[in-house]
């Protein structure tokens, strides 16, 4: 039987529910296309972390309520009409203030030991996009888009957004995308991989809980591990990287997931990992 627990975030600007193992975290400021907010934003930080912890979730999954997954920063709230207390903090201050809020939301989100999904219903722009590619596996509506957006309000990138989309399309399209700031539509993103799937509007709810469910009952450790393995694949060398996924591999084959793996396969039934 599903159960479906609902977690208490501080705000009705960010929602979480788990079920099935599965965190449904939703951006729920739809009429200002799930932009980020001074409520919005450290909820979103806490949720991150606390599922991330939670032994109950074996998959995030982040999307945006109505027809956006998120426009990025409050471009209102920027330049002179800033709050007076951000307006007078040294350059120094205010550095190592987006330096720390980076580093507990994509940080965090890109540090999570479990596979995390972004469905998107709609854009998903400027440090809106940085999250979506924070995340393991993207998901688009048909009529989805993104755009990185900075070069519209004249600012250079934030939330690790050159580190995230060059490694997912290559330093030649990323300059393009960053330089340009164009709209980019959801068939595109998966040509030039972007997103891994494109599907009907009305189907990327129900498509995108059912791969987030299929994960959280994985092998949680082997997941863990294998995140491991993919993000050194990126700054070690192939004889560093080969030997750190044996290490790995052995110490996998001393746990219960395997041997009910291996069972299970035997039995010609489907494996139920306990993540020990």
């Given amino acids: 039987m599903t159960t479906e627990t609902s977690i208490d975030t501080g705000t009705d600007e960010l929602l979480c529910t788990i079920r099935d193992r599965v965190a449904l975290i939703t951006l729920n400021r739809p009429d200002a296309r799930n932009a980020l907010s001074d409520n919005l934003t450290p909820a979103l930080r806490s949720m991150i972390k606390a599922c991330g912890d939670n032994p109950d ?11 956006a997954f998120c426009a990025g920063g409050n471009v209102k709230g920027m330049g002179a009409h800033r709050d007076q207390k951000k307006r007078e903090m040294s350059f120094d201050a205010k550095v190592a203030d987006l330096q720390e809020r980076q580093r507990l939301l994509t940080g965090a989100l890109v ?4 596979p995390t999904i972004a469905s998107l219903p709609g854009p998903a722009v400027g440090a809106g996009l940085a999250l979506a590619m924070a995340c393991d596996i993207r998901i688009a509506a048909q009529s989805a888009f993104i755009s990185t957006g900075y070069a519209r309000i004249a600012l250079s990138g934030d939330y690790g957004i050159a580190w995230l989309l060059t490694r997912l399309v290559g330093t030649a399209r990323a300059r393009e995308l960053m330089f340009t700031s164009e709209r980019v539509d959801a068939v595109r993103c998966e040509a030039i991989g972007l997103v891994n799937r494109v599907v009907p509007d009305v189907q990327l709810e129900d498509e995108a809980f059912a791969l987030a469910k299929s994960l959280a009952e994985g092998p949680a450790l082997a997941l863990h591990y294998m995140k491991d393995n993919l993000d050194e694949a990126l700054s070690l060398d192939f004889n560093a990287a080969r030997n750190r996924e044996a290490e790995r591999l052995i110490m996998l084959t001393t746990t219960d997931d395997h041997r009910e793996a291996v069972q299970a396969f035997i039995e010609k039934r489907k494996p139920v990992f306990r993540g020990s």
């Fill in 57 to 67: 979730v074996g998959a995030l999954l982040i999307t945006g309520a109505g027809q």
């Fill in 111 to 114: 540090a999570v030991r479990k």
